[in-house]
């Protein structure tokens, strides 16, 4: 029996987490659409620094918006 469907399951769950976490914080901190996107886009900045810590600063980027269309286009389909 593969694992791979309850670690996805797993994945999937902590994420929708961190972002119902994330605009819990926004409506405590009453922070504009702006400056959540902003703030998102710094926070995903600082994982994937984190999880490519030899990347250069375009490197990072690049992975963030091959991640971001991945999952728009799994969101289409």
Do not use: C
């Not at 797993?10 to 961190?18: A, N, P």
Request: hydrophobic share 40%; proline share 3%.
């Amino acid at each position: 029996m593969s694992e791979q469907p309850l670690d996805e399951a797993k994945r999937r769950i902590k994420v929708e987490q961190v972002v119902r976490d994330f605009f819990m914080i926004l409506d405590q901190h009453h922070l504009t659409l702006e400056e959540g996107l902003v703030a998102w886009n710094m926070l995903g900045f600082t994982m994937f620094q984190e999880a490519y810590p030899e990347a250069s600063h375009d490197q990072i980027q690049q992975q963030m918006l091959g991640f971001s269309q991945q999952l728009f286009e799994s969101r289409r389909r």
